[in-house]
């Protein structure tokens, strides 16, 4: 294996999370979309890899099963989904020893053949998502998730310069390590190319073949369109096959939301619920996000200076306000997603049925909650707070603590207890 250069690795909050479960465990699956950069953070552990994106690589080992299962450890298994049989080799491995770091296992997309077993209680799956704010660089944080869950409501403090621009940048600019100091325009054009081969490459190899690039294509954009929203399948449905006169029915084309899925490029929020909530008439659908807003920004084609003129840009009934706003929304969800999975908690959101009430995130772990808005906005009003007010008075003393995450300059607490963070000041 070639050596590696510490000083070029930004480590990830996921990073802990790995060596954690390496220590514990023989079996752990890294998750998530292509470029997030699983492979790196993979093979600075491994002391044997086999890439099966290599079609020499791929030829032995199909000629040659067991050597996958071969080798100094631990043994790093690159895009298993290529050779599906390869999880159930490690599997069978660890049955006969089940010594902690053995192997470490990396996809970006389901395989076109499931393997005959789940790997349940052998091969642990660890999600990895691009690169939150945090791990951006772009400030250092003063307020911890992880802190605010705990309870107690601490004090904030904290400065950021961090202005409206910045996120604007943040947003079109993506979390994909390899890609971040790339120009703009460069940018633009390797997310295009990485779509390209989202729908003309990978959706073949999950054995997708029928499927048509240019519909699947179609349906990304509409999700897309209806970042964090909650728009029903209908309204997306109508707006992915939009011209077409005769529509097709639900069980036809709830393929396409689940292929997207298991690429990892749409990746929900889903509706929280709890048994013995003193609330009712909760929507039960997911609020909607691509795997990166850069994604969404690039399929919508909106670059920073699109989303920051003085005519903003919007999408139609997704988006009655700037498009930028759920875009950020959907940059910060991505944050928390990363630092609330740290944490052990669990992300979701919280609507009720005749769209009065809203909490945009719900986190929640070990019998905590964190209510929290997300808000375009650099100083929020009580207005802006309402539904965290309301959710702390329904939900006490299971909300510990209530957080509005802002584009403003000041973390603060405001008259209400409620915690003020800019996005910029928010860490695990």
């Given at each position: 294996?070639?050596?590696?250069?510490?000083?070029?690795?930004?480590?990830?909050?996921?990073?802990?999370?790995?060596?954690?479960?390496?220590?514990?465990?023989?079996?752990?699956?890294?998750?998530?979309?292509?470029?997030?950069g699983k492979t790196w953070t993979a093979q600075r552990r491994a002391r044997t890899v086999y890439n099966l994106d290599d079609p020499a690589t791929l030829a032995l080992i199909q000629a040659n099963p067991d050597r996958l299962?071969?080798?100094?450890?631990?043994?790093?298994?690159?895009?298993?989904?290529?050779?599906?049989?390869?999880?159930?080799?490690?599997?069978?491995?660890?049955?006969?020893?089940?010594?902690?770091?053995?192997?470490?296992?990396?996809?970006?997309?389901?395989?076109?053949?499931?393997?005959?077993?789940?790997g349940a209680g052998r091969i642990v799956t660890l999600r990895m998502r691009p690169l939150s704010i945090y791990e951006r660089q772009i400030e250092v944080p003063s307020?911890?998730?992880?802190?605010?869950?705990?309870?107690?409501?601490?004090?904030?403090?904290?400065?950021?310069?961090?202005?409206?621009?910045?996120?604007?940048?943040?947003?079109?600019?993506?979390?994909?390590?390899?890609?971040?100091?790339?120009?703009?325009?460069?940018?633009?054009?390797?997310?295009?190319?990485?779509?390209?081969?989202?729908?003309?490459?990978?959706?073949?190899?999950?054995?997708?073949?029928?499927?048509?690039?240019?519909?699947?294509?179609?349906?990304?954009?509409?999700?897309?369109?209806?970042?964090?929203?909650?728009?029903?399948?209908?309204?997306?449905?109508?707006?992915?096959?939009?011209?077409?006169?005769?529509?097709?029915?639900?069980?036809?084309?709830?393929?396409?939301?689940?292929?997207?899925?298991?690429?990892?490029?749409?990746t929900p929020v889903q509706a929280w619920w709890s048994a013995g909530n003193p609330l009712s008439r909760l929507k039960r659908g997911p609020k909607h996000h691509l795997a990166d807003p850069a994604l969404a920004a690039r399929l919508l084609d909106v670059t920073a200076g699109d989303l920051l003129s003085a005519a903003p840009a919007t999408v139609g009934a997704f988006h009655p306000g700037p498009l930028l706003g759920a875009l950020f929304e959907s940059l910060v969800t991505l944050s928390i997603e990363v630092y609330g999975q740290a944490a052990g908690?669990?992300?979701?959101?919280?609507?009720?049925?005749?769209?009065?009430?809203?909490?945009?995130?719900?986190?929640?772990?070990?019998?905590?909650m964190l209510a929290m808005e997300i808000k375009l906005v650099s100083t929020p009003t009580r207005r802006d707070t309402r539904h965290l007010r309301w959710i702390a008075e329904q939900m006490d003393p299971e909300v510990v603590d209530t957080v509005i995450v802002t584009t403003g300059q000041h973390a603060y607490r405001d008259q209400d207890g409620i915690a003020v963070v800019p996005a910029a000041l928010l860490g695990p």
């Open positions: 294996m070639a050596d590696w250069n510490e000083s070029d690795y930004r480590r990830r909050v996921v990073d802990d999370e790995l060596d954690f479960l390496l220590g514990a465990l023989p079996a752990v699956s890294l998750e998530g979309p292509r470029a997030v299962t071969q080798g100094e450890e631990p043994i790093f298994i690159d895009e298993w989904q290529r050779y599906p049989p390869a999880w159930d080799l490690v599997r069978r491995a660890v049955d006969t020893r089940s010594t902690p770091g053995r192997f470490l296992l990396a996809g970006s997309t389901a395989p076109a053949t499931p393997p005959t077993h789940s307020v911890s998730l992880q802190e605010l869950l705990d309870g107690g409501r601490p004090p904030l403090s904290g400065h950021t310069d961090v202005a409206l621009e910045r996120y604007a940048d943040e947003v079109c600019t993506g979390g994909f390590p390899g890609w971040r100091s790339a120009d703009p325009k460069v940018q633009r054009a390797v997310f295009g190319g990485y779509l390209d081969r989202a729908v003309d490459h990978d959706v073949a190899l999950m054995g997708h073949r029928a499927r048509q690039p240019s519909v699947v294509r179609r349906w990304l954009t509409a999700y897309a369109a209806a970042t964090s929203t909650t728009a029903t399948y209908e309204t997306i449905r109508d707006a992915a096959t939009s011209g077409q006169g005769d529509k097709p029915a639900k069980s036809t084309t709830i393929a396409y939301r689940d292929l997207l899925e298991a690429m990892w490029l749409v908690a669990r992300v979701s959101h919280l609507r009720t049925w005749n769209d009065t009430r809203e909490v945009d995130l719900i986190v929640q772990g070990h019998q905590r």
